[in-house]
């Protein structure tokens, strides 16, 4: 493997990255530019005078051509400053780094869990093809996708916090007061992430690995001297593991985005919950601050995924993927 | 003593007998042809002797090696497998891991096959041995030509020393001058290690090369065996004289009709592979 074709692969995943963000920041803004609803307006009341409406609007920088305001916002986020929320009188920035410290770790906490027993019992199920308990692990899988995770996630309150008292039922105490009580707080909600995660993981890794088994080269691995059970371990897991890669990714851009409804069952100030905050109070700054960075989050993932992808398949880079 | 015996052999797939009463014998160093039709039951006699059998399949019969029943036990088996037997493939590309370089795939091999004896293989030496160079080691299947991959299975084979080597349809998937350096290698090595060859085809050519003795698998039994040029000299049996009467390649001065209006015409066509992004 050359190491001018790798480097030529990064740069145009970056480039791919670039494109990608600066796409969607042009959309974001013009979509929310189009909706109904005047942030001024909103803040001065429906009985504000003409006056002090566009004063505030000239203020808010609302007055400016579109395009104007849209170079403005990219240019100050690249530096930085995602501007000030009319809400809550605060830096975006500031506001959306404060929620991230709760959604960043519950998404990786739901992550490692739903990979650390899906995966595992995919694999067994597929080592199982057919019996009982490949039966059963299904069975699960089935009704963990079919749960709604906010129901979960109310059941699990109940277990743990009302009758076992283990773990709180909600809220959150910041990572700087009580890093433990933080964590503890994040345990429940992310079990409630993982059930359905966990659960699609299971029946993906169990089919690539059926699959795998059925390749020649675990033939070969076999007549080498292996067992099958040797064979799949060696050669079948790795390559049944290159479509549930891209699966990860999915799910965990999907978990970033998609915590809002357990974060309202537990109470908890993450980032989907400001955003729904922001939206119905019409902090247009704030929504849109707040969009990208879900989209750079989401899009970062991806790229991690593509380039991933290259140091686990050598065949993506010589472009003979078949 | 057989190196390998085998008896009445007989795999079933529910009700359906895929092989049947199969019976044949293989002394050390000896070369012999297992050939017929696709789907006749000559991979499945391979796999069945090997213990590769796929799912489902239900086996009866005796299987030998040094007089010796071959263990029920799968991990035994396997083991014995790795130790004893070498086993080639059809298609080099799929029968290679395309995550793993071939040198690891080998070094693999040379692991499972030690018998703890005196000599130590080595991968360089097993490279050389089958015509590759170090360097081709660190490649992956994809980086290798249909020949070079089939080569790097050889050596596969080769690198816990067998006393058998079963080559299934080895050449099938390989161009002819490619088919022809294969079988060379093969045959060489057979030689050299006084390996005995169990080779499986619908090929008469490389049978005739490379056997001495024949066996003709008609759905699923064994129709005709003997001495290779016996049996495709002067067979004895129907299906035999077909399949030799198939393989004869003569050109005919046959009449075709005259040829009328361009039906399809191809002008400066070019295909190229975009790198993948």
Redesign the interface.
């Known amino acids: 493997m050359s190491a001018s074709r790798m480097i030529i ?1 990064v740069l ?1 995943r970056l480039a791919g990255f670039a494109v990608t963000l600066l796409v969607a920041a042009v959309v974001v803004f013009f979509l929310l530019d189009l909706l109904p609803g005047d942030p001024a307006q909103f803040i001065l009341g429906i009985n504000a005078n003409p006056e002090s409406l566009s004063q505030l609007r000239a203020q808010m920088g609302l007055d400016a051509p579109a395009w104007q305001r849209l170079f403005i916002w990219i240019w100050d986020m690249l530096h930085g400053d995602f501007g000030q929320s009319y809400t809550q009188n605060a830096p975006v920035a500031e506001l959306i780094g404060e929620r991230l410290w709760v959604t960043l770790p519950l998404s990786i906490l739901a992550m490692i869990i739903a990979t650390a027993v899906g995966l595992p019992l995919g694999i067994l199920a597929a080592r199982r093809r057919g019996k009982f308990l490949d039966t059963g692990i299904m069975v699960l899988a089935q009704t963990g996708i079919a749960i709604p995770n906010f129901w979960f996630g109310m059941l699990l309150v109940l277990l743990f916090a009302v009758t076992l008292r283990w773990l709180p039922p909600g809220g959150f105490i910041s990572w700087g007061e009580d890093p433990v009580a933080a964590a503890r707080a994040l345990v429940l909600p992310s079990l409630a992430l993982a059930l359905p995660q966990a659960s699609i993981l299971a029946r993906v890794m169990r089919t690539a690995l059926v699959d795998v088994q059925g ?3 675990i ?10 059970g ?1 064979a799949v371990w ?2 079948g897991v ?2 049944a593991l290159l479509p549930v890669l891209t699966l990860l990714g999915l799910q965990f851009a999907f978990l970033v985005a998609g915590t809002i409804i357990v974060e309202n069952v537990f109470y908890l100030p993450g980032l989907g919950r400001l955003i729904f905050t922001a939206i119905s109070q019409r902090d247009l700054i704030l929504v849109r601050g707040a969009t990208i960075v879900l989209i750079l989050a989401v899009t970062a993932t991806m790229l991690a995924i593509d380039l991933l992808y290259a140091l ?5 880079l ?5 | 003593m057989s190196l390998l015996s085998v008896e009445n052999l007989a795999v079933h797939f529910g009700t359906h007998a895929a092989v049947a009463d199969i019976s044949l014998s293989l002394e050390r160093g000896e070369r012999f042809g297992i050939i017929g039709e696709s789907g006749s039951g000559k991979t499945l006699t391979a796999l069945a002797i090997t213990g590769l059998l796929p799912e489902g399949a239900i086996m009866a019969g005796s299987i030998c090696i040094d007089d010796q029943p071959v263990p029920t036990n799968e991990r035994a088996m396997a083991r014995l497998r790795g130790k004893r037997i070498g086993m080639v493939f059809q298609e080099p590309m799929t029968a290679l891991n395309p995550l793993m370089p071939i040198g690891d795939q080998i070094g693999e091999a040379i692991r499972l096959g030690d018998t703890g004896g005196v000599e130590h293989i080595e991968l360089p030496m097993l490279l050389k041995e089958v015509g590759l160079e170090n360097r081709h080691g660190q490649r992956y299947a994809h980086q290798l030509s249909g020949g070079q991959r089939q080569r790097a299975m050889i050596a596969m084979a080769l690198a816990s020393q067998p006393d058998i080597l079963i080559a299934d349809e080895p050449t099938s998937a390989l161009d002819l001058i490619t088919q022809r350096l294969v079988l060379d290698l093969i045959s060489e090595l057979c030689t050299r290690r006084q390996m005995a060859l169990l080779f499986i085809s619908h090929d008469l050519k490389s049978v005739g090369a490379l056997c001495s003795r024949v066996a003709v698998v008609h759905n699923g039994r064994f129709v005709e065996v003997g001495g290779t040029g016996k049996v495709f000299g002067a067979p004895q049996q129907d299906y035999t004289r077909r399949l030799v009467a198939a393989a004869e390649f003569k050109m005919k001065p046959v009449t075709r009709p005259p040829i009328g209006e361009t039906l399809l015409e191809v002008r400066g066509l070019t295909r190229d592979y975009r790198q993948g992004g």
Do not use: Y
Request: cysteine-free; aromatic content about 6%.
């Open positions: 692969f145009r390749q020649d080269f033939r070969t691995a076999r007549a080498k001297g292996m067992t099958m040797e060696r050669h790795r390559n686990v398949d050598p065949r993506l010589s472009g003979a993927r078949q």
